[in-house]
């Protein structure tokens, strides 16, 4: 198998210092709020909805760590949040960027071949100011820019903090590693994110690099100058059986976030509180960890421990990482999780590809996808 490409970064056209938060639109956002924080451990440290004054939509924002999910429903069947979740399902609407200078930061994404969806507006109220605008890129996905130098408060202007307690299990979450964006068309939109953010390729794989007996894809992944944001961007590729990335496809309704790629710095208890909380992960056979030492080296987890817990080890030039992949979180077999630990490795698991794929096409066949 031919290594991944690895390019130096550099400083990004624009300066986009990290993930602010990410939104799903969802059907029922006080649910899945409580679904998502019994399952990952997070908290609810704020919300927006007619208590708040606000009459089309509720919004729950979900804190673990530096990882915040904005979970919004709207209150009526014609809002464009109702609209989105007839078309693609609960799913990942906005993947909000935080940034400094918001005007001159929008004005040249806009220059550099930006998709505008909402010019440079103010929000405030008395714990200070937010600066925001939107763009748009592939399918309904749309990137909010953020500027919050200037704001103390507990989330966003509009919304109210949430008194609730901690968790009493730390799931060890610490923030998103990553987002996999599932298009049709990989380079346009690669292009595109170096064009107008001035992403950097980290990674490519080829077909032959990441592929089963049966099924392929293809994957080119960008990441900003600071390295906090990180986008593996992928696109089906032809095979003996339809791929995971074109089931996506085709009960999405079109392009959109696949997982979300939460970071953890103990994957061990990560996981095993995960499961315990109810997560249930993809299965990977025996076989698979009897051929680990030979592939990997040595590790620091005890290699039982991995095989109980389902957990995948790749290794490449800079290190190793582990990583597990969550079901669905919804009927669609659509969005789901992936929980990642890295020591060293920058990479995203291509080694592991094979027997993520045999695994997904497991589940794909039970629903008569494959």
Same mark, same amino acid.
């Given at each position: 198998?031919?290594?991944? /490409?690895?390019?130096?970064? !550099? ?5 986009? /210092?990290?993930? =602010? ?9 006080? /649910? ?10 997070? /908290?609810?440290?704020? $919300? ?27 209150? !009526? ?10 078309? %693609?399902?609960?799913?990942?609407? =906005? ?28 929000? %405030? ?9 939107? #763009? ?6 749309? !990137? ?5 130098? @200037? ?41 595109? $994110? ?5 992403? @950097? ?60 790629? #939460?970071?953890? =710095? =103990? ?49 490449? %030039?800079?290190?190793?990482? #582990? ?6 979180? !919804? ?40």
């Amino acid at each position: 198998m031919q290594k991944p /490409q690895t390019l130096p970064t !550099h400083q990004d056209t624009l300066p986009i /210092q990290d993930i =602010d938060h990410i939104e799903l639109y969802v059907g029922n956002a006080k /649910q899945t709020a409580f679904y998502l924080c019994k399952l990952l451990g997070l /908290q609810i440290i704020a $919300y927006s909805g007619l208590e708040t004054g606000n009459r089309d939509r509720a919004s729950y924002v979900l804190q673990g760590g530096d990882i915040h999910i904005l979970i919004s429903a709207a209150y !009526h069947n014609d809002h464009p949040i109702a609209r989105f979740v007839a078309e %693609h399902g609960d799913g990942v609407k =906005d993947i909000a960027l935080r940034v400094t200078n918001l005007e001159q930061t929008y004005t040249q994404a806009i220059t550099n071949g930006g998709i505008p969806n909402t010019a440079p507006y103010t929000e %405030h109220d008395a714990h200070g100011t937010v600066q925001k605008a939107v #763009l748009g890129t592939y399918g309904d996905l749309t !990137h909010t820019l953020i500027d919050r130098e @200037n704001y103390q408060g507990a989330f966003l202007p509009g919304y109210q903090p949430v008194d609730e307690p901690k968790p009493t299990l730390n799931t060890r979450l610490t923030r998103i590693d990553h987002l996999a964006l599932n298009v049709e068309n990989m380079n346009q939109w690669t292009d595109f $994110y170096e064009r107008v953010f001035g992403f @950097n390729l980290l990674r490519e794989f080829n077909k032959e690099d990441v592929s089963s007996d049966t099924s392929s894809l293809m994957t080119k992944a960008m990441q900003n100058g600071s390295e906090l944001v990180k986008f593996p961007i992928v696109e089906p590729a032809p095979g003996k059986k339809k791929s995971q990335v074109q089931e996506f496809l085709d009960y999405n309704s079109g392009p959109g976030v696949q997982h979300i790629a #939460l970071l953890t =710095d =103990d994957i061990l208890t990560c996981v095993e509180q995960l499961q315990q909380n109810g997560i249930q992960f993809l299965y990977t056979p025996d076989t698979y960890y009897d051929m680990l030492p030979a592939r990997v080296g040595d590790i620091d987890e005890p290699l039982p421990e991995l095989n109980r817990l389902n957990i995948l080890v790749d290794r490449d %030039h800079e290190g190793y990482l #582990l990583q597990i992949f969550a079901q669905p979180i !919804h009927d669609r077999p659509t969005l789901f999780f992936e929980i990642i630990q890295r020591k060293g490795s920058r990479g995203f698991g291509n080694g592991n590809i094979r027997a993520l794929f045999q695994a997904v096409e497991r589940e794909q066949a039970r629903r008569g996808n494959l």
